[in-house]
């Protein structure tokens, strides 16, 4: 008893202790953790991408699953039940949309071979010389170097090069994803099992960590499986809602490979902050190369994703991602920029929920370290 | 390993250890059914329910003198005695006062159950070797959107407990102004 009285004065009188040196090595681990991750990452990268699928899947299809438990369906047929709807549509997908994808994306990747930028350059110059005389000197640009049709055409030729190898590697991608046996095994196992088994696994690791810091852990494992739950499903929601959005008005518009545009939309979407911005480059590229007229192409493909951008950030984000993930904008830049640089678009992907989860931990874990009293 | 031997005269190899651990893992669950079952928040539970319950409880051991939570920290959820003695206290000017000594079947802390991370309003200390069964916020909350019938149930079962906690400090509460008067 007095030993208990002792304890709980000292710790009520402990003055707040923040060490420079206790932070310095938190930075350093983050920086070498980091360091490592970068070095491993082309060794490991396979086995990486089929845990972030399998945990995005896992995370999606959940709540499904849950649902199916609460009418008293066993989970295992439960998760069964749900692999055989995905694997059905997975069937019509393939059948159906994969193949004008495929060919949507070649064709694409041949016009863009076949399509002189620099006629349509000039066509568009004149066009806009004859409306407008004196644009050139009202967008602050050099009338000399307005007529010169080198440099930029150059400049376009060499982004009409780079789309074109995107889109083949792209439609590669897509045409082979389903050979790609390794994934295709190992992301629907891997999900089955998280799925079936993650939450007596979770209990079990848990049921291992010292009485001490138990309560805690619990509470913190439940704050980040919120925070990844909600971001992960959210996203997955949004950019399905703007890539279908993308797709229906781009078709309304009449604008060619609208199916390929509105899944790049939505995917791109997945990637925070330079995602829609990146979906201007192959949406206006199209719009210029094949849409006649040039002009009102491009007026109704910038109207169009600037309304789908407007209802995302205006409606989806606020409701899907805010509520989950409240990340500051800069921070944001930063982390994005730094996932791409250290492993590429999944980098840019998972950098998001990787921060909020690490934001999460780190600020509550040192809450939680004074109000439980372990320092 | 021992060899046994059946009616017709065969004989088969038995792993007696393994036996011995699923015994005393039945035995176990069968001992923390029937210790449950005496609670008035598990009682007389259908078994699809128990089954669902079961894979949301947290074992945990304490050694004695150890401490389970401390007055004022977060609260997460509340503990069922199977084993040992739980002293209740809080500190009140700078001195321990005990408010309960609890045994077997007996349950503290489900005021946390109810408001998320509210600061615990005593201290429990394990007064000897103890066994508890913890169950906690977030399971409650998953057992609402899992098992809503079942949710409900717990949920009904938390507020009787709580008012009658309320009804029986309001009549201290009494018997200590007349005491005044």
């Known amino acids: 008893m007095s030993d208990l009285k002792t304890d709980m004065a000292t710790v009520a009188q402990q003055p707040v202790v923040r060490p420079i040196w206790r932070r310095l090595i938190v930075l350093l681990f983050s920086l070498l953790a980091a360091y490592l991750f970068f070095k491993a990452y082309n060794l490991i990268s396979d086995i990486v991408t089929a845990v972030v699928i399998s945990v995005v899947l896992t995370y999606v299809i959940r709540p499904l699953m849950l649902a199916l438990e609460r009418q008293y369906i066993p989970r295992v047929a439960s998760i069964l039940g749900i692999f055989a709807i995905i694997t059905g549509l997975l069937i019509l997908l393939i059948t159906f949309i994969v193949p004008i994808l495929v060919d949507e994306i070649q064709g694409l990747a041949m016009n863009l071979q076949q399509i002189d930028i620099s006629t349509q350059l000039s066509k568009l110059r004149v066009w806009l010389d004859s409306k407008y005389s004196g644009l050139s000197t009202i967008i602050g640009i050099d009338p000399e170097l307005w007529k010169q049709e080198g440099p930029t055409a150059e400049l376009l030729n060499q982004l009409k090069g780079y789309m074109s190898n995107v889109l083949e590697t792209s439609g590669n991608i897509l045409s082979g994803a389903f050979n790609f046996v390794a994934l295709a095994i190992v992301v629907p196992f891997l999900t089955f099992f998280m799925l079936r088994d993650g939450d007596s696994f979770a209990k079990r690791i848990i049921e291992k960590v010292p009485n001490r810091y138990f309560e805690m852990t619990l509470s913190l494992t439940h704050k980040v499986d919120n925070t990844m739950g909600d971001y992960l499903r959210g996203i997955f929601i949004e950019s399905l809602i703007v890539g279908g959005l993308s797709w229906i008005f781009f078709q309304i518009m009449g604008l060619k490979f609208a199916l390929v545009l509105g899944v790049v939309a939505g995917l791109l979407n997945m990637i925070q902050f330079f995602g829609p911005m990146l979906t201007y480059i192959p949406v206006l590229l199209v719009t210029a190369l094949t849409y006649q007229p040039v002009w009102a192409g491009i007026f109704w493909a910038i109207v169009i994703n600037l309304s789908v951008q407007a209802l995302d950030n205006i409606v989806l984000k606020p409701v899907v991602i805010s509520r989950s993930v409240n990340v500051h904008p800069v921070a944001v830049l930063l982390t994005v920029l730094v996932g791409g640089k250290l492993a590429g678009a999944l980098g840019m992907f998972i950098a998001v929920p990787v921060y909020a989860i690490a934001h999460t931990v780190i600020l509550d874990l040192y809450s939680h370290l004074k109000a439980y009293r372990v320092i | ?181």
């Open chain 2, 1 to 181: 390993m021992a060899t046994e031997v059946n009616e017709k005269g065969s004989t088969r190899v038995v792993n007696t250890e393994w036996l011995q651990m699923s015994d005393d893992s039945k035995r176990s669950r069968k001992e923390t059914h029937r210790i449950l079952e005496n609670t008035p928040f598990f009682t007389e539970l259908p078994k699809a329910d128990w089954r669902q319950l079961e894979t949301l409880f947290h074992h945990r051991q304490f050694e004695t003198n150890e401490t389970i939570f401390y007055e004022g920290t977060p609260g997460l959820g509340m503990y069922v005695i199977l084993d040992g003695k739980v002293r209740i206290l809080s500190n009140k000017n700078g001195r321990d006062v005990e408010y309960a000594l609890l045994e077997q079947g007996d349950f503290f802390g489900e005021l946390s159950l109810v408001e998320e991370e509210h600061p615990r309003s005593a201290t429990a200390v394990a007064v000897s070797p103890t066994r508890l069964i913890g169950f906690f916020r977030p399971q409650l909350l998953s057992l609402l959107h899992t098992r809503p019938k079942l949710g409900v149930v717990l949920m009904e079962r938390l507020a009787r407990s709580i008012a009658k906690r309320l009804r029986e400090s309001n009549k201290l509460l009494e018997q200590h102004e007349r005491l005044e008067d």
